[in-house]
């Protein structure tokens, strides 16, 4: 056990009168110390802020535009005849719209902008809150439920206020506390650097916490009513190692505490230096490191600990970026810069991977399961206009000569020779308006239990695949990657995924095709070895989990890998597994592995 880690776990177990500790999973590791903010809000998430006098008039005209933009959005919808939209809904948008007209409720909403000097998203909050309560309160069933309609205007509101010139900027050393946090709203947060989250929700791969892990930023989730348990101001500690929030710590735990924090800050520009040169296990094999980018400044520092280019450019990202669908020439100037930045080595460049309500227009209905729905390549298909721009777009930036295309979540060879044949009538389109395109490989996560079964016959059809080990455990075991209430039953370690991967990699080596491993079990030290006993060669990984990740490869043989995996064969369940690679770890690699880190302790696996 390292010496922070020790240091931890002594303080951990200091139990101090008037502070609060409540234990969780850690997602993201770090130690942070700050003052909590408490996000709200469902499809834009924002949070309380105290206006300057001088701010009171530009959050007022905010406030207008945003109006204005919701508005022209419903007028918009309800005037849209098409098959999609059935008179019931064109109903309910103008009803919507009638809320949206009612003055006492816009200026309710800017007298709390004025007199309680509060942004407008809060204002909103308390204004619609209040109407919402006394909707819920009328005996009548049908009145009761229009506060449904409330909610939805409030959030088009709120989104609308996201749009243009936010003015969410946290104050130095926050920490953000919420029921959930969306990729986007970590994204728009950024800017002003919180230094942890904590969440209700979420799991170890879900987007939000890949995101924190690749920022470095310490986050804890299963945090039960979490809103209920804290409110903005608050003081805390984040122990995103051992999985524990200190609320109200008192002043020897905050002194202890600082002296960590201060040891994680050094830890991790220690990580700085340039690594160079090949990485090869102890026997000599050699492992190529990638990079997983979702935001591109991050590649100089993939760079800088040794990683070969690029095994997975999540491209939804750019959605955040431009605020909505990028135009074609957005994206061709998206991908050339990050190509560029790459140089000599790939990009894998993953079409959107997207559900239904980050692409369709306002009148889809949310969908009951997303994770089954119209996503990824299924939505991509399904909205082939916007899919041509973005295929189009790849072409274009293939002058550059290292891009691939990956296509999320394909479930047979279906979706890729459909894909194929889009790919050629796009490249007879540009030939005709006399535009440069290249000819990148087209390769297929594998991440859906169909495709491992019909692998055979995917391998005729790409160049190379991509195994998405998050959402290949997500669905082989049917466990909701974000649901924390089931984070117990999603186990990267059962023998049904150590199965299904060593297939894939055994089609693979037969056609002779490469594979990246590219779900977060890559950039795990302690699964790794497990993928190159099961014959991965290509590791795609968060930033942050390179230089843990090429230590351990540098230093375990390929050998052992393969005898340890060897031994797994006749594992009957997880639990079975888990406990056969703990004990193979002590007994191989105990200067390597800590026992707190190996997988039987489910609070340790980032
Ligand atoms: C995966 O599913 O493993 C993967 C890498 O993609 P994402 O996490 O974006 O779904
Ligand atoms: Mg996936």
């Excluded at 103008?94 to 709390?112: F, V, W, Y």
């Excluded at 497990?530 to 390929?558: C, D, F, Q, W, Y």
């Amino acid at each position: 056990m390292n010496a922070l880690n020790e240091k931890k776990q002594n303080l951990s177990s200091q139990i101090l009168k008037n502070e609060i500790r409540l234990n969780a999973r850690a997602v993201s590791r770090g130690i942070a110390v700050g003052k909590i903010v408490c996000l709200h809000g469902r499809k834009r998430q924002f949070y309380k802020i105290n206006l300057q006098a001088s701010q009171i008039q530009p959050e007022l005209r905010r406030f207008r535009i945003a109006v204005g933009l919701a508005t022209r959005q419903l007028k918009r919808i309800s005037s849209q005849k098409s098959d999609k939209i059935t008179e019931k809904k064109v109903n309910i948008f103008d009803a919507h719209l009638l809320i949206l007209g009612d003055k006492s409720l816009l200026s309710k909403i800017e007298n709390n902008i004025s007199n309680q000097k509060i942004n407008a998203e809060w204002a909103v909050k308390i204004a619609t809150d209040d109407y919402i309560a006394k909707f819920k309160s009328i005996s009548d069933e049908h009145l009761r439920e229009r506060y449904i309609d409330l909610e939805d205007v409030a959030d088009r509101i709120l989104t609308a206020l996201g749009g243009g010139n936010s003015i969410l900027r946290l104050e130095k050393n926050s920490i953000i506390a919420a029921k959930e946090v969306k990729p986007s709203t970590l994204i728009e947060l950024m800017g002003s650097q919180p230094q942890a989250i904590i969440t209700e929700n979420g799991g170890w791969t879900s987007h939000t916490f890949i995101l924190a892990r690749e920022l470095n930023l310490p986050a804890i989730t299963g945090l039960k009513r979490i809103l209920r348990r804290v409110k903005t101001g608050d003081e805390v500690i984040v122990d995103g190692f051992g999985g524990q929030i200190i609320i109200n710590p008192v002043k020897k735990t905050l002194q202890k505490y600082r002296v960590v924090e201060q040891e994680f800050q050094q830890d991790k520009s220690a990580n700085l230096e340039t690594v160079k040169g090949e990485l090869k296990t102890l026997d000599g094999k050699e492992i190529k490191i990638r990079a997983n980018i979702d935001l591109p400044k991050g590649y100089a520092q993939a760079k800088r600990f040794g990683a070969q280019g690029i095994g997975l450019y999540r491209s939804e990202f750019l959605f955040n970026q431009f605020k909505g669908f990028p135009s074609e020439q957005e994206q061709v100037g998206a991908y050339r810069k990050i190509a560029r930045m790459v140089g000599e080595e790939a990009v894998r460049i993953r079409t959107f991977d997207l559900s239904v309500e980050h692409l369709a227009d306002e009148t889809e209905e949310k969908e009951k399961n997303p994770a089954l729905g119209l996503r990824a390549i299924r939505l991509s298909l399904s909205h082939l206009k916007e899919y041509r721009v973005q295929l189009r777009a790849l072409l274009q930036a293939s002058t550059e000569n290292n891009i691939s295309i990956v296509l999320p979540m394909v479930s047979d060879v279906s979706e890729i020779l459909r894909t194929k044949k889009l790919i050629e009538r796009e490249k007879e389109n540009l030939k005709k308006r006399k535009i440069e395109y290249g000819n990148p490989h087209l390769g297929a996560m594998i991440e859906v239990p169909s495709a491992v079964l019909m692998i055979d016959e995917i391998v005729e059809a790409v160049d190379f695949l991509c195994l998405g080990t998050n959402d290949l455990v997500q669905y082989l075991l049917a466990v909701d990657r974000d649901n924390e209430a089931v984070a117990d039953w999603f186990r990267t370690l059962h023998p049904a995924v150590l199965r299904s991967i060593k297939t894939v990699l055994q089609a693979a080596t037969r056609r002779e095709i490469p594979v990246v491993v590219c779900g977060e079990m890559a950039g795990s030290p302690v699964y790794a070895p497990i993928l190159l006993g099961l014959g991965a060669t290509e590791l795609s990984m968060n930033v942050n989990s390179i230089p843990r990740v090429r230590k351990i490869v540098s230093e375990i043989a390929l050998e052992e890998a393969q005898e340890i995996v060897g031994k797994l064969d006749g594992c009957r369940s997880a639990d079975e597994v888990e406990e056969a690679v703990s004990g193979f770890y002590q007994e191989k690699w105990a200067h390597l592995f800590s026992k707190d880190i190996l997988p039987l302790n489910k609070n340790s696996k980032n």
